[in-house]
């Protein structure tokens, strides 16, 4: 990364009390496919461990949107919510022992970076690329599916396939830091992330879903990545902190000049962020 992420981790993990479980949350703006419409994609994690981040989130709502003591979804909400986000966030966040990781890239540096991504998650002989009338597509195989141990394939459009690999990536990556960080700290042998978010683009158990499965399934030493789905998205408190934190910092990210990586440090959480552009 970017800077010594592990190092500002592993500050706050002294006062952290887990045993190596943790609860995690994730959102995109403006989705988590390749849109050609969007020039910049962000997405952002939401990590605790014990479902801290929905307390911060009712804390939030609490201090925003006193009428319900909800947050409302990014998109649909009034200029008066956004700027009360802005205003109150760091103020509720400080103490609370919750990570934030995100990740804003532009389309170009995200497409470009595809054989790095592809060789970092050892997918050199699973990857392969085509043109199938005109578009490109992607065939990721085998796959196995965990419930039979069958081998499959997944096929889907090229623009879902980059943004997958982005995803999974930037997830591995911070995984594999907090595991570092953690284990400085703690010895701990392994860290769980259990994920709870919105359903991906398509329907469970076809493409782009069986793609994520596959891709966080893999078990490694460092710990195991668990997807689940709430049932309905976006009416969740910390499913619509995430949202929340996605929006505001896509539009961070699409009026500013300045790129790179920040990290905020409050009394007991961590908010870290980074910017790739070609």
């Known amino acids: 990364m970017p800077i010594d992420l592990a190092s500002y981790i592993k500050l706050r993990l002294e006062n952290d009390h887990c045993d190596g479980l ?8 403006p989705s988590e496919q390749l849109e050609e419409t969007s020039s910049w994609h962000t997405t952002v994690l939401v990590i605790s461990s014990a479902f801290q981040h ?7 709502a609490e201090v925003i949107n006193p009428r319900t003591g909800k947050l409302k979804k990014w998109n649909s909400a009034s200029q008066a919510y956004k700027r009360y986000f802005v205003e109150n966030f760091n103020l509720v966040f400080e103490n609370a022992p919750v ?17 790095h991504f592809i060789q970092e998650l050892k997918l050199k002989n699973h990857y392969h690329v085509f043109d199938f009338n005109g578009k490109r597509r992607v065939k990721l195989d085998p796959v196995i599916r965990a419930s039979s141990g069958a081998e499959e394939s997944v096929e889907l459009s090229e623009n879902r396939a980059a943004m997958g690999l982005f995803l999974v990536h930037f997830i591995r990556r911070v995984h594999g830091v907090m595991f570092e960080a ?22 469970t158990d076809e493409n782009y879903d069986l793609m994520f499965q596959y891709l966080l399934g893999r078990r490694d030493q460092i710990g195991e990545l668990r997807w689940g789905y709430f049932k309905e998205g976006d009416t969740e408190p910390s499913d619509l902190l995430a949202d929340n934190l996605a929006g505001l ?9 300045d790129f790179g990586s920040s990290v905020i440090l409050p009394l007991s959480g961590l908010m870290y962020w980074e910017q790739w552009r070609t």
């Open 22 to 29: 943790y609860i995690v949350s994730m959102d995109h703006s």
């Open 54 to 60: 929905a307390d911060l989130s009712h804390r939030l």
């Open 99 to 115: 990570y934030i990781f995100a990740i804003s890239a532009t389309r170009e540096a995200i497409i470009q970076s595809q054989d």
């Open 182 to 203: 953690v284990n400085f700290t703690k010895k701990l042998e392994q860290i769980h992330w259990h994920f709870f978010a919105d359903r991906l683009p398509g329907n």
């Open 249 to 257: 910092l896509s539009s961070f990210v699409r009026n500013s000049s």
